[in-house]
């Protein structure tokens, strides 16, 4: 039976490390953000947190090619939990087929709690989607404020033909650099917010 050598799969063992190290930044400020997110929204829990990714949605945020195998993705997420782990703890990593869940400790929840900064524009956001009474006319203005505080523009989009609602985000160089979908309806404001190749990679 032929073996391909670590070193042959990944063009030097360095390089490999090399790679690893420059794209884990991408997934921690992804797991940072959703984590942060979520305690905006329910407040802090000493406990772990399951995040859940696609692997498309993975080789994307750590830089790898999307012809990799599921043994190579498992390789560079080992990785990356060996690299975070002085921050968040443990990860525990599994995956059914393509989806692969990332537990993340209770420790490393509470270092984002403690340490990572409240968004400024989720906050605002949230402000408004909780609300009783509000309507997309103050989420659009909930944009429009943010967007001129950081001197750049958004974008809304009518996606509702997509099943996305109205679609928003800002331009280049705002410092959030999510697409929100907010939808409307007799209950009130409800949104749902992606990474942006996340959202692209929906519409197709």
């Known amino acids: 039976m032929k073996t391909t050598s670590r070193k042959q799969r990944f063009s030097g063992k360095n390089k490999k490390k090399d790679v690893i190290s ?12 959703t984590v942060k997110e979520w305690q905006l929204k329910i407040g802090f829990l000493d406990e772990d947190m399951k995040l859940y990714y696609p692997a498309q949605s993975l ?3 750590l830089g790898l ?27 525990k990593i599994s995956h059914n087929g393509e989806r692969y869940c990332l537990d993340i400790p ?11 900064p409240e968004p400024a524009f989720l906050k605002k956001l949230l402000a408004v989607i909780t609300a009783p009474g509000k309507t997309l006319d103050d989420v659009r203005q909930c944009f429009a404020d943010h967007a001129a505080g950081q001197q750049v523009g958004f ?6 033909h997509d099943g996305m609602g109205h679609v928003f985000y800002f ?4 410092d959030d650099c999510y697409v929100y979908c907010v939808e409307e309806n007799e209950f009130g404001l409800t949104y749902h917010r992606f990474g942006k190749e996340d959202y692209e990679h929906d519409l197709i």
């Open 106 to 116: 209770s420790k490393g929840c509470a270092y984002i709690a403690n340490e990572v």
């Open 22 to 33: 420059m794209n884990a930044e991408a997934l921690k400020k992804h797991i940072f953000d």
């Open 155 to 160: 974008v809304e989009k009518d996606g509702a």
């Open 59 to 61: 080789k994307s945020l």
């Open 171 to 174: 331009g280049e160089g705002a």
């Open 65 to 91: 090619s999307e012809g990799i195998s599921a043994e190579e993705l498992e390789e560079a997420l080992t990785a990356f939990s060996r690299e975070v782990r002085p921050l968040l703890g443990e990860l």
